[in-house]
C-alpha cells in the first residue's frame, strides 16, 4: 500500500481505509448445514453477513435439537418412553421441563382437531409398526388387536398434569409426539436463531419448515415436494415468517395386497387414514401447522373444511389419492405449480 500524501483528500482516503479494515466487510451469503433427526434430514439455512455468528448459531440450534430429539424419542430408552411405561401401569410420571409446553400444546391442539390428532394413541402407531428404527412389517396387524385398542379411546383429556407429575385416567394412553414434535422443535429453533441475533433462515425439518425474514432482497421461495414421484409440486414464497408443513402418506409405509398402509392413523378406525396423499399447511407457528396437517390428512375428504375451520386455518393444500389438488382461495393465490403438465385443481372455499 502507498501512503497517501497529505493533502485533505489523501487524508480522508486513509481514515476510509482504516474504517472498512475495522469492519472487517463480509458479504452476506447462504450458509447451510444438514443432519439426521427425528428419523429425517433437518436443514438449516441462514442468510447471513457474520461468519462467526453464523457457526455459533448453527452449533447451538444442532444441540438444541438434539435433545429434543433425545427426550421426546416415542421408542428409543428416553423420559417419555419412562413416562409411557408409568402411565401404563396408571401410575404418575415425571415430564421433563422440554416436555410440559409440548404436552400443553399437544392437548389444546387434540381438542381444536375434534380428537383427529390425538398423540395418545400411541399403542395404535407401535401395533402398525411405526415405532421402530427398521422398516415396518409388511402385513397389517391382527384386526381384533386394533379393534382393542380403539374401542379403549385413549385421549388427551384423559390426562391430568399436576406441576411435573402426569397421570392418565385410562392406562391405555400411550403418547407418541411424532404428529407435532417436528414443528414444536423447529419453533423453538427459530426462537433461538432469533435470540442470537439471526433474523434471515429456514429451518427444515423434512418438508415441515419454518421460514423468517428473507434470502438476500427475495423472499424464501419454499417447495411443496411431489407426493407421487420425485421432485417439487409447488412453490410459494414465504411472507417474513411463516411456517409450511406437510403431512404425506409417503413418510412411512408398507404395501399389502396392493394396498398402502401408512403412518398417519386415523383414532377412530384404528386404521390408516385414506382419502389422501398429502395435505399442507401454512400457519405462523409450525407446531400448530404441524397438528393441523395431520388432523386434516385424518379428517380426509369429507370432514377437511370443519376441521380446517375449526382450526382457524386459512393455506391448505391438498393431494388426494387420484392426484387432484384441492386448494382454498387464500392458498390458490399463493401457489406456483413447479410439474409440467400441472396437476388438474380445484378451488374450495371453507364454510
Ligand atoms: P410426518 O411425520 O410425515 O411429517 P405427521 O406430522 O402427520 O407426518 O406425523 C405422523 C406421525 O404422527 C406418525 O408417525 C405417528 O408417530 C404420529 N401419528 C399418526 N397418526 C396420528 C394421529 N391421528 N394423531 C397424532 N399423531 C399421529
Ligand atoms: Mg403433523
Redesign the pocket.
Known sequence: MTFPDKTPRGWILLLMLLFLNACDIQQAQLHQQQFLLFGTLVDISLWSDDKQKTENAIAQITTDLEKMHNEWH?WHDSPLTRLNKALAAGQPGTVPPSMIPLLQKSIALSNASDG????A?GRL?NLWG??QDDAPSNTPPDAARIQDLTTAQPKMQDLVLAHDQLTSRNPNVQL?F???A?GYAVDLAIEKLRALGIHNAIINA???LRAIGKHGDRPWRIGIRNPRGPGVLASIEARGDESM????DY??FFEYQGKRYH?????RTGYPARGFTSVTVIYPDAATA?AA??AL??AGPQHWRDIAKKMGLQYIMIVDDKGHVTMTPAMAERVRFELNPAPNFSIVALP
Do not use: M
Open positions: 416415542a383427529l390428532f390425538n398423540p394413541i402407531i411405526f415405532q407418541d411424532g404428529a407435532i417436528k423434512g418438508g415441515n408443513l406437510t403431512s404425506g413418510e412411512r403412518h398417519i392413523i386415523d383414532p404441524d396437517s395431520t390428512f385424518v
